[in-house]
Every structure is written in structure tokens, then in C-alpha cells.
């Protein structure tokens, strides 16, 4: 069978991990896939309540995440992390675990993230309110070889999301298909 | 499709939960099924690692193996519990969240868990070099209406596996089978 594998979107808060997220699993349910969403603030709440934002507390939520991911996607679920998981080394650690793991750098100017502030996080991270923040506070950094980048800034998150299924067509992940929902758009 | 469930083994360390998980899980895969065996010590590195025995951190650990179960059941996948989850509040909260849920109760008098020790606990407890160790030190609510009840003591492991197989079938969750492979032991 082998018909999981995960789809691991990092990226600055703000940057469109969610909505792509929502995206993807909408493409892919209405191709009859199993698909589970692993958003960041879900996840917090059932798996890693209690943790910070030390660099300790988020490598152990990303590691979490990334275990949740491997055992969904060996039982034939498509699993999509929207954590932003911001360090390379774990990242890769969940990579190495997973196997069948597509990276997706989901790319967007930190001066965009901020003035979008979809959840007014970062002006509260900017008068140091919230402290540890990524991309103000505390590092981001961004994959070296991601098996995609799709830059939200310069195009719809829709194009994005396309962009994703037609990677995963193209490298075997998914059946072609003409009638996506995402390129109908 | 409706075909993922949540097997929830729940009884004393040294009962049977690991070995009835491993055969339960070998039959359920020889019938095509996917399946997901969620072990004590497993989960407690992957996803509860810091976390002790106090009741409160307990809890937490059962909740997360609970959460797990639910994402695996609602994605077509027989998940399978195996962790001593004493206290009975919080398996009937997991309950309610995970719907399709079998509690087993893999019963097992104290004096014969014991007697068995198999991983050599119950001489550390004894002795209070283990604090906090269900059944001696710590309490085990046994389950007041689970699915299905195993007595270990009083048949071999494989034969309480095959009841809970005989349970699963008879109640919808699995397709009646001539050629199981517990049943001609």
C-alpha cells in the first residue's frame, strides 16, 4: 500500500501555513484520500500542554508532532504538519523518522507576516509583551532544501496549495488528476 | 467507511495488556486491517517523556494516547491501548471523545501479577524503591462496564484474545472470520 506520507509546511506565523493546510486537505479528501490536519495550536492543547517556547519546549512539540505524523502516515493517512518548526535540525530529525516526508517552505517576508498579524501576535511580540517570538525574538530557519518553497507574498494562496498537489503528482505521492479543485480556481 | 475503533486494553502492570495488543494486532493485520498498537512504554518516550506518575501527570498521558486513538480511529485505523490507565474518570473521558471504543479489561488478581513480575516492578514497588506503582503503592480503579472482560489467570493469552476478536465481531466492529488464526491454537 504505502499510500501515506507527510507534508511538513514551516514557516513564520502568518505566513499562510494554516490556510494551505485547510487547502490541501480539502484537495485531497475530494480525492478520496485520509487525511489529517496537525495544526501548531491543536497540537498544544492534546499533545504538549504545559510546554513553552524555550528552544527545548519546541523540539520536543515539533519531535511529538513529527512521531503523530509517522505513525498516521505508515497507516496510509496523509498527515500535514502547520507548526512553524522553526529549527533545521529537528525538522530534519522528524524527516529521518518519517521517510516519506515532503517539506514545504512556506515562504513569506517577516515585514508581510507582520503586517498581515492575522492573530495580533506580532505587535504583542514587537512591545516585547510575548516574548520568544519567531522571526522577532527568537530564530527562524529556513529549510536548505526543501522539496518545494511556495512564497505567499507573490501569489494567491490558492496558486500555493496548486503548486503543492502538482509536486506531489509529479513525484509520485499522488495520482495525476485533471479535475483538481484547486486548479479549477 | 466508519472502519477505525479504538481497542482500549486497561488492567495491572504484568496482566497481559502488551502480549493480548501483539496477538490482537497480528490477527487484525492477517485480516487486512490497519492497526496501531499504542504501548505504555512507547507512548511515555514519544509523546509524555518528563512526565511521572503523580495522578495529574497520569492523566495527561492517557489523554495524549486517547487523542492519538481518536485521529487513528476517525482515519480508518484499529488503534490498540495498551497502557494500565487506572483511573476510570479518565478512560471514560477518552471514551467520549474517541466514540467507537471497546474497554477491555484485562483482569488479573495482584498476588498473580506478582508472582509473574515479568519486567521485575512489583519487587522494586514492594520494597518502595518504586514509588508510586498502580496496585501497591498507587490505586486501579477497575472498569464498572467495560466492552469486554479477560481473565488472564484463569485461561491462556490467546484465548482471551480471541474472545475480544469474538467480541469485535459479534458487535459490528469486525466481519465474522472462520479462519482466524487465534482460534485454531
Not at 44 to 72: A, M, P, Q, Y
Not at 78 to 90: L, M, Q
Request: aromatic content about 6%.
Amino acid at each position: 500500500m504505502a499510500e501515506g506520507f507527510t507534508i511538513w509546511l514551516t514557516g513564520l506565523s502568518g505566513a499562510g501555513k494554516s490556510t494551505i493546510a485547510a487547502l490541501l486537505e480539502r484537495e485531497l479528501r475530494e480525492r478520496g484520500r485520509r487525511v489529517e490536519v496537525l495544526d501548531g495550536d491543536v497540537v498544544r492543547t492534546h499533545l504538549s500542554k504545559g510546554l513553552g517556547f524555550s528552544r527545548e519546549d519546541r523540539d520536543t512539540n515539533i519531535l511529538r508532532i513529527g512521531w503523530v505524523c509517522e505513525v498516521l502516515s505508515r497507516n496510509d493517512v496523509i498527515a500535514i504538519s502547520a507548526a512553524i518548526s522553526p529549527y533545521r535540525e529537528t525538522r530534519d530529525q522528524v524527516r529521518a523518522r518519517v521517510g516519506r516526508f515532503v517539506e514545504v517552505y512556506v515562504n513569506c517576508s517577516l515585514d508581510t507576516c507582520i503586517d498581515r498579524d492575522v492573530k495580533g501576535l506580532y505587535k504583542r511580540a514587537l512591545t516585547g509583551e510575548l516574548p520568544s517570538f519567531t522571526g522577532v525574538s527568537d530564530p527562524y530557519e529556513p529549510p536548505l532544501a526543501p522539496e518545494i518553497e511556495v512564497r505567499t507574498e507573490l501569489e494567491p494562496v490558492e496558486a500555493s496549495a496548486a503548486r503543492i498537489v502538482a509536486y506531489l503528482e509529479a513525484n509520485g505521492f499522488l495520482q495525476a488528476r485533471e479535475d483538481t479543485i484547486l486548479a479549477t480556481r
